[in-house]
């Protein structure tokens, strides 16, 4: 088990920790200390994606407004970290009934950073605001722009939308087909011992190991940026 300990230097705006020791210690230097776990044997601070865990504290309080704010200082601090945040965007602004505002930005995001991920929730939302047609469209650009295996996956998904009743079963069994080939491709992968799983992880649960995860899917990861 390699643990890096970080002791509170009194510079951080904001800690992030799962020790509750932490926050007597953040305290005492006026910082404010979310503590993610009731006890834990030591503290790590996190130095990527601290902001993905603001937002889901802005959203436990219902600080919808907030959980945006954070989430979008996101794009400043590490792009790729959007991906893990998109359906939480989108959800948050359902929430203020700003859900077009929300695939506004989403769009915006997806056209600076191309992301499987981001490409998933825009498009359940522009089906859900705009129809099949636009929906499908969305994803055919997409693959034009950036080919992958788990891009055709939606692109089916997105042309069975618009298949007739009668002609579905054959794009079904193709569909079906590549789904199992990219359920592997769609996984996270730790960058230190290399075991691969289907959530995003900040602490290795192979290694033991902090921040080892990218929040870019397999298959992307083995693409040129
Ligand atoms: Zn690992």
New binding site residues.
């Given amino acids: 088990m390699g643990r890096r300990f970080e002791p509170c230097r009194g510079r951080q705006a904001q800690i992030v920790t799962d020790a509750c020791s932490v926050q007597e210690e953040a305290t005492a230097l006026g910082i404010r200390c979310y503590t993610l776990l009731d006890a834990t044997p030591s503290t790590v601070t996190l130095t990527h994606g601290t902001n993905v865990l603001l937002g889901d504290l802005e959203i436990a309080l219902k600080r919808y407004e907030a959980a945006i704010e954070a989430w979008k200082r996101i794009e400043t601090q590490n792009p790729e970290f959007l991906a893990l945040v998109a359906d939480r965007l989108i959800n948050a602004y359902k929430q203020l009934n700003k859900a077009p505002e929300g695939l506004n930005l989403l769009r915006g995001y997806l056209s600076k950073y191309s992301s499987l991920d981001v490409l998933n929730v825009v498009f359940t939302c522009v089906l859900e605001q705009q129809g099949a047609e636009p929906a499908y469209e969305l994803v055919r650009d997409e693959m034009r722009r950036s080919p992958t295996l788990l891009g055709l996956d939606k692109l089916l998904e997105a042309q069975l939308l618009e298949t007739p009743v009668q002609r579905r079963a054959d794009l079904e069994l193709v569909k079906n087909l590549v789904h199992q080939h990219t359920r592997t491709l769609a996984m996270y992968r ?1 960058e ?2 290399g ?1 691969r799983a289907r959530q995003y992880y900040w602490h ?1 649960p ?2 033991g ?1 902090w921040e ?1 995860y990218s929040p870019r899917r397999a298959e992307e990861k083995e693409l040129p940026a």
């Fill in positions: 730790c230190n011992c075991f290795c192979a290694c190991e080892t």
